[in-house]
């Protein structure tokens, strides 16, 4: 947002006086209306200081200026006097018919001097800050609008540039701009409503002007990916927010709720997994994933669906286990638990689900691992950053990583999400033009796994791609965002085996 000077100056306007001559005599008046003329300095206006009109614009308004010179009341007084006396006299017929003086024919050219001079000048020329040292002729303007040249009369005036008033015009809807105020962006003036339709940012949610705060500026949220623009209000209202994305929900449309306090966009909705049998194809295209990199899971550990509620009670159930985020989205079980899974995929009406099935599920704990749980309902992008996550918990507990601190452990996880994220939106030939991620050189000529979904992703579910890797990437909590960081560069540097066995002798990562 920028704040434009606005000015708005007309010319004055010119009054002429016809006074029958007579070349017979000289009256005292033409005399001193003579030097009346005569005596008028041009280029002398009254300056006044530009007077601020409130605006969201912040634009400013210089009132007409007036001649220094104007002449008092009384001498308004004696000039009404003089042209009653002279066109009493004038009335009067002649008392001869003498020839003219010498003098009297110059005192009468002078008088007409003078008052073309008066027409030359222009006692109300703008200030003009930003004109070049070298001057234009006097009196020498150029139209903005139409180029041609502004003679005498009316015209515009503001930052240097000069209109013809019937050519000043809103550049955004072509009508002319009669008011005292207005909006220039360059050399393109607005009406202040016009260039406040196009340049004034609206909120993304409630759709309209972002209004101004205590000190007169526009202020505002914006989502760092998405760039989503916001009243900060909001913030506070409680607007829904996609639970995946993190969008705002505008006022035009309505959030798929989950049930369970969660909303969905309707982006994401388009690829959520919603029931534990639709993910199954998801969970083994993950698992082929680990045994490309040659880190193959032996052992079969169920993976389940669940509802918000059902994983938070799990999540309290566990008498150990890694560092959890406060929103968590899947769990590692190593407790023997009941878990309610969902069974079946809930249809939509309007914006609930509805006939949603769920059934209690005993898990009996077989090896380090008793099973994975994610929630429900999320895009299968998302779905599968967490699925990876979760089974590189697993995978650590089954080969025997012990106690290690959470940055280190949430860490790797969080490599894998991003590892497993990349190799589903990143072209081929940019996945392997990257051998420093790769488990090792000897892993298994599969890597990088192809997509595990049919036909490629289309852009909407890349850009959600990208937007969960760099919600991994900018993570703010020590474990994930910190652990992530550096896990990352050392996997970077030494390779992800290396980077493994390393952990394995030192419980930390290789520097």
Same mark, same amino acid.
């Given at each position: 947002m920028r704040n434009v000077l606005s000015i708005d100056v007309f010319s004055g306007p010119i009054i002429l006086m016809l006074i029958s001559l007579?070349?017979?005599r000289r009256s005292s008046f033409m005399k001193w209306l003579c030097a009346f003329l005569k005596g008028t300095k041009p280029g002398e206006p009254n300056r006044r200081r530009p007077r601020v009109i409130a605006g969201e614009e912040n634009t400013l308004w210089q009132e007409p200026v007036r001649p220094k010179d104007d002449p008092p009341r009384h001498d308004n007084e004696e000039l009404d006097r003089a042209i009653a006396q002279s066109l009493a006299e004038d009335v009067k017929p002649p008392k001869s018919k003498e020839p003219a003086h010498k003098g009297d024919n110059n005192n009468d050219e002078d008088l007409a001097r003078a008052i073309q001079d008066s027409l030359n000048m222009n006692p109300y020329m703008p200030y003009n800050p930003y004109a070049p040292s070298q001057a234009q002729p006097?009196?020498?303007r150029v139209c903005g609008s139409c180029k041609n040249e502004i003679g005498h009369g009316h015209y515009l005036s503001c930052m240097g540039m000069y209109w013809h008033p019937q050519?000043? @015009?809103?550049?955004?809807?072509?009508?002319?701009?009669?008011e005292t105020e207005f909006t220039l962006l360059s050399s393109d003036p607005y009406h202040k409503l016009c260039y406040k339709e196009l340049h004034h940012p609206k909120c993304d949610v409630c759709l309209q002007f972002i209004p101004t705060n205590r000190s007169g500026l526009i202020e505002y949220r914006a989502h760092p990916f998405w760039g989503q623009k916001y009243c900060p209000l909001h913030e506070h209202d409680r607007t829904p927010r996609c639970c995946s994305c993190e969008k705002m929900e505008p006022r035009n449309t309505k959030y798929m709720s989950l049930g369970d306090g969660r909303s969905l966009c309707m982006e994401c909705l388009g690829s959520a997994v919603m029931d534990t049998g639709e993910c199954q194809p998801l969970y083994h295209s993950i698992r082929d994933y680990y045994e490309g990199m040659n880190m193959k899971l032996d052992q079969q550990i169920p993976m389940l669906l669940v509802e918000r509620?059902?994983?938070n009670e799990a999540m309290e159930g566990e008498s150990k286990g890694p560092h959890h985020m406060p929103e968590t989205r899947g769990l590692c079980l190593s407790e023997e638990q009941t878990v309610s899974s969902i069974l079946r995929r809930p249809r939509i009406g309007g914006n609930r689900l509805l006939d949603m099935r769920t059934q209690p599920q005993k898990l009996t @704990? @077989?090896?380090?691992?008793?099973?994975i749980l994610v929630l429900y309902g999320l895009p299968r992008l998302l779905t599968g950053s967490i699925l990876a996550h979760e089974l590189m918990h697993g995978w650590l507990r089954l080969k025997?990583? @012990?106690n290690l601190n959470p940055e280190v452990e949430e860490g790797i996880c969080q490599v894998m999400s991003y590892l497993w994220l990349e190799s589903e939106i990143l072209p081929a030939s940019s996945r392997y033009a990257q051998p420093s991620t790769?488990?090792?050189s000897s892993s298994s000529s599969s890597y990088p796994p192809t997509s595990s979904k049919k036909g490629g992703i289309s852009h909407t579910e890349k850009k959600l791609g990208e937007f969960f890797m760099h919600q991994i990437a900018n993570g703010t909590s020590t474990a994930y965002g910190d652990g992530f960081r550096t896990a990352y560069k050392a996997v970077n540097k030494y390779g992800l085996r290396q980077t493994l066995n390393h952990i394995r002798l030192t419980g930390g990562f290789p520097v």
């Open positions: 007579h070349t017979e006097r009196g020498y050519c000043f @015009r809103c550049s955004a809807c072509g009508h002319a701009i009669r509620q059902a994983l @704990r @077989r090896c380090e691992v008793t099973a025997g990583y @012990r790769s488990y090792a």
